[in-house]
Structures are given as C-alpha cells and as structure tokens.
C-alpha cells in the first residue's frame, strides 16, 4: 500500500507549468539586475517581491470557486470601468499620457486591469446567453458595447497597444463563443479599408511616426526609429550564446532605451543569445500550451472561454512585445510577461495565470504523488 508523502494541496499544483515559469523569472531577474549596472535595489528586488506577492494571489485565486467568479464578473467590470473614469479626471500624468492613478502605495494602470476583465465577463455573458442566441444580434452588440466602453476610455488617454490588447481579448472569445466566421471575414474587410483612414486621423502625432517608422525604420535611425534600430542590434549582436552575463555593450552603454521594460528581451539576447532566446519561446510555448489544454477540458461553457481568453491574453502581451523588439511590428508599449520590471503588467498576466490554474482545478481529478 503506497502513502503519499506530499501534501494534495501541493501535489494538485501544475509544477510542469510552474517550474519553467520560476526559471523564467529568475531569468527576468537576471537580466535586470544587469540592466542595472549590477544592482539589485533598482529592479531586479522589486520585480521577485512582485512576483511572489502576485503568485500568492494567484495560488488563492485558483481556489475560489466558479461560482465566485460568474458572480463577480460584472461587478469587477464595472468597477474597472469606474477606475478608467478616475484616470481621466483624477489621472498622473507620465510620458505624455495620462494613464495612471497614484493610490499611495503603489501607482496602478486601471487600463491593465480591464485585459482579463473583458475576458471574464464576456465568458460570463456567453455563458448565460443561449446557444441559439449566440449567432444573432443578441450575441454580438451586447458583447460590442461591453468592449468598446473601455476601448474608447482607453485610447483617450492615449495607450493604442492596451486597447488592441482589449480588443484582441475581446474578439477572440466572441470567435470561440461561435459567431460566425462571415461577420469577423466582414470586420476585417471593413478594417482594412477603415485602418488608412484612421491612422492619419485618430492617431497621435507620435503614434503615427510608430506606424511610419515600423515600415520603413532606417529613414529616421536617430529619431523614430531609434528603438527599434539598437534592439535589433542587441538581438543581432547576441549571436549563438550571447556575449556573457552584465556583458551587454546597448543596455549598459544606453544605447538600448527602455532595456528593463519594453525592450527587456533584446537585454537578454543581447548577453544570452540565440539560446536565452529560445528557452524564453520554450518558457511561453509550455504556458500557452498548458492553458489551452485547460481551456479544452473544462466542463462548461463559461469555464472553457475563461481558460482560452486568459491563454490569449498572455498570448497578445508575449507575441507583441517579441515581435515589437525584433521589428516585426510598431512599438506600442507593451512588456514582456514576467521579465519586464512593471508591477501593473505582472499583474495583470498573474491574474491570467491564477485564473487559469482555477479552471484547471474545476475539471481536474484529484492527484497525489506517491
């Protein structure tokens, strides 16, 4: 007769999941205290209490139960909705935008938190609609009013890359939720013919460069396209194993803006090339992984576009933010998951997470390690 030896608590914890995502932290850790000149106090301290303080929640958070989190879905949007109001009338100012709200002890981007908000409540509208309801009107202006209210406060303040993350969270449990394939076809055609109209008249003057200068960077190397030249040099100059740990000349010598936030991974292949670059891509290929297998084996509706929605989120901020740093795509300021320095990012993908590793344990059997 076997006896386990580790706590069922414990042993129902994905750890296959977990440990690379530790690894990947720490990684993030290293690669700011580089970033620092070799300090722990600038960014690297805060960036691990972050993230033990958020996985905390996130253990809690996988214990509630589903019914906890059909019933606080719309309270939790309307009460970001309100924090977005609060930004535009009470909101700190930084970078030219106003973003923020300074709460004392900490300085919180309501914007950031209404990434997994769309998602839950979207879950939960669907979960409640019929569905034969769900290819009708009824299935699609509702589901459009609960994104675009944020959507608009969000591109008032201005941040374009946190409202094209809504929207992407947005859209895609509208496509899995089963509407049809034709009205997204359509919302894309009427896209592209929109988008040309729309860059030279809603965007920001310094938006618009991002759009230009991600087109065609080496005609403003010095200006615009300053960002995206010297990351792709730090990537490029990484080669196979990079140039060694507090080795890398862009980020120390200042030439690589934003290296512990936006451009944190061309930091890193700078120092660890093509290998840290990889296990990065191995890291978030097991956690996309993971959830959309949760998401396939949840046992209702809501509990399945909850799982893929949170996957698709941290899917958004991990692919744009690659892409952005290797000039695949305009800069739009969004971090990388779990290596960035930035607490409302960690967050808001640790929500994500904690959501996710919820879902699994309403459908999970239970497991001991014997």
């Not at 906890?68 to 009460?79: D, K, N, S, T």
């Not at 690659?322 to 990012?345: C, D, Q, R, Y």
């Not at 996710?356 to 344990?361: F, K, S, T």
């Amino acid at each position: 007769m076997s006896q386990s030896f580790v706590p069922d608590p414990v042993a129902r914890q994905p750890w296959q999941v977990i440990a690379p995502l530790l690894a990947l932290v720490l990684l993030g850790a290293a690669v700011l205290y580089s970033a620092a000149g070799g300090s722990m106090a600038l960014y690297a301290t805060s960036h691990l209490v972050r993230f033990a303080l958020f996985f905390a929640m996130a253990l809690v958070m996988s214990r509630i139960p589903e019914s906890w989190y059909r019933a606080l879905a719309y309270p939790a949007y309307g009460g970001v909705m309100v924090l977005l109001v609060l930004v535009e009338l009470l909101g700190a100012m930084g970078g030219g935008s106003q973003r923020w709200l300074n709460l004392g002890f900490m300085t919180l981007q309501p914007s950031e938190l209404m990434k997994p908000v769309i998602v839950l409540v979207l879950a939960a509208f669907y979960h409640t609609l019929p569905a034969a309801m769900t290819a009708s009107w009824r299935g699609l202006l509702p589901a459009l009013a609960l994104i675009g209210a944020p959507t608009a406060l969000v591109i008032l303040q201005p941040d374009l890359g946190t409202s094209l993350a809504i929207c992407f969270g947005g859209f895609v449990i509208m496509f899995i939720a089963g509407l049809p394939l034709r009205w997204f076809l359509g919302a894309g055609a009427a896209a592209a013919v929109i988008t040309p109209i729309a860059l030279f008249t809603l965007l920001h003057d310094y938006q618009l460069r991002r759009v230009t200068t991600f087109l065609d960077p080496e005609s403003d190397p010095l200006g615009a396209g300053y960002h995206i030249t010297q990351s792709k040099i730090a990537i490029g100059s990484g080669g196979m194993f990079g140039k060694g740990f507090e080795n890398g000349s862009q980020s120390h010598l200042d030439y690589l803006p934003e290296a512990h936030t936006d451009f944190v991974f061309a930091t890193m292949a700078e120092e660890w090339g093509m290998l840290g670059g990889l296990f990065v891509l191995l890291v978030f290929g097991l956690i996309l992984r993971w959830g959309m297998v949760v998401a396939r084996n949840g046992t209702d509706r809501f509990s399945r576009l909850l799982a893929a929605g949170m996957t698709a989120t941290i899917f958004f901020y991990a692919a744009v933010n690659l892409m952005m740093v290797m000039g695949l795509a305009p800069v739009v300021g969004i971090p990388l998951p779990f290596m960035s320095h930035g607490g409302s990012s960690m967050l808001t993908v640790m929500i994500c997470f904690g959501t996710i590793m919820a879902v699994e344990r309403w459908s999970a059997k239970p497991r001991t390690f014997t």
